[in-house]
């Protein structure tokens, strides 16, 4: 496990397995940045992790990452490099609804919000030994239709979007791993886990597994020596998986640029 200190932002940090992944950086040393939109989460989870660690490095950053020029600003406001960038952020609202800027949720926050993390932050991450983003995904992954990703001619329902959303979570591991490992910084997406989490209920389903376990194999990629230098890669139960929406190198930069036109 790597010991020195570092620095780690999450998103979706306040959450079951968004806390417990910070949580888990910050038990090895790092100084994490929790990003989320809700202040008053934010500062509870930064007094708990504290409390739990005994690791003062810990800070919060109020950023609604469903819009751009809020991950923008704060990439502004970044005076420190980043060794380690968790995407983990996701929300599935049942009703159909956009942000100010007439992006469908799911799609702003799931998908863009990833895709605009990294792209905004890996300038932070270059030049540095071992800088790693691990973008939370999920096995409950497929069914994206590339001509309507934010339901304006398909009927919206919740379940679809966070499938369809999870699925681009791990195309855009692949785009984003081919360009940049030049610049030695590796991309992978992982399943967390199946934890009783707001996330979860609002599919109808609980969890089987505790946050920590849910945490597992994001810490396994941020963290284990068997991990580093590994890139473009989908895991599942601290193992890599296979994935079939990867293998496809045409839609996988269809999708790149369906985004970077999107923002």
């Given at each position: 496990m790597?010991q020195q200190?570092?620095?780690?932002?999450v998103?979706?940090?306040?959450?079951?397995?968004?806390?417990?992944i910070?949580?888990?950086?910050a038990a090895?040393?790092f100084?994490?940045?929790?990003?989320?939109?809700?202040?008053?989460r934010l500062?509870?989870?930064?007094?708990?992790?504290?409390?739990?660690?005994s690791?003062p490095?810990?800070?919060?950053?109020?950023?609604?990452?469903?819009?751009?020029?809020?991950?923008?600003?704060?990439s502004?406001?970044?005076?420190?490099?980043?060794?380690?960038?968790?995407?983990?952020?996701?929300?599935a609202?049942?009703?159909?609804?956009e942000?100010?800027?007439?992006?469908e949720v799911?799609?702003?926050?799931?998908?863009?919000?990833?895709?605009?993390?990294?792209?905004?932050?890996?300038?932070f991450?270059?030049g540095?030994?071992?800088?790693?983003?691990?973008?939370?995904?999920?096995?409950w992954a497929?069914?994206?239709?590339?001509?309507?990703?934010?339901?304006h001619?398909?009927?919206?329902?919740?379940?679809?979007?966070y499938?369809?959303?999870?699925?681009?979570?791990?195309?855009?591991?692949?785009?984003?791993?081919?360009?940049?490992?030049s610049?030695?910084?590796t991309?992978?997406?992982?399943?967390?886990?199946?934890?009783?989490?707001?996330?979860?209920?609002a599919?109808?389903?609980g969890?089987?597994?505790?946050?920590e376990?849910?945490?597992?194999t994001?810490?396994?990629?941020?963290?284990?020596?068997?991990?580093?230098?590994?890139?473009g890669?989908?895991?599942?139960?601290?193992?890599?998986?296979?994935?079939p929406?990867?293998?496809?190198?045409q839609?996988?930069?269809?999708?790149?640029?369906?985004?970077?036109?999107r923002?």
């Amino acid at each position: 496990m790597l010991q020195q200190q570092k620095n780690a932002i999450v998103t979706g940090a306040y959450g079951a397995i968004g806390m417990a992944i910070a949580e888990g950086l910050a038990a090895k040393g790092f100084h994490v940045t929790l990003v989320g939109r809700d202040k008053s989460r934010l500062e509870t989870a930064c007094t708990t992790i504290i409390r739990r660690t005994s690791n003062p490095g810990i800070s919060f950053e109020t950023v609604d990452l469903g819009r751009q020029a809020e991950i923008l600003e704060f990439s502004r406001r970044r005076d420190r490099p980043v060794h380690l960038l968790v995407n983990n952020a996701a929300t599935a609202p049942k009703r159909r609804t956009e942000t100010p800027e007439g992006i469908e949720v799911q799609w702003a926050t799931n998908v863009l919000g990833y895709f605009w993390m990294i792209k905004y932050f890996h300038p932070f991450m270059e030049g540095l030994d071992d800088a790693r983003i691990v973008n939370v995904a999920s096995y409950w992954a497929g069914g994206m239709d590339p001509g309507d990703t934010e339901f304006h001619s398909r009927p919206y329902d919740n379940d679809t979007a966070y499938r369809q959303a999870k699925q681009a979570d791990r195309m855009l591991s692949v785009a984003y791993a081919g360009r940049l490992k030049s610049k030695g910084i590796t991309v992978n997406a992982c399943h967390p886990g199946d934890v009783n989490s707001k996330l979860s209920n609002a599919f109808g389903f609980g969890g089987s597994e505790s946050p920590e376990q849910g945490a597992a194999t994001p810490l396994f990629l941020s963290l284990s020596e068997e991990a580093r230098g590994i890139t473009g890669k989908y895991y599942e139960h601290l193992r890599p998986a296979a994935c079939p929406f990867s293998r496809d190198h045409q839609a996988v930069e269809t999708l790149f640029d369906l985004c970077e036109k999107r923002g």
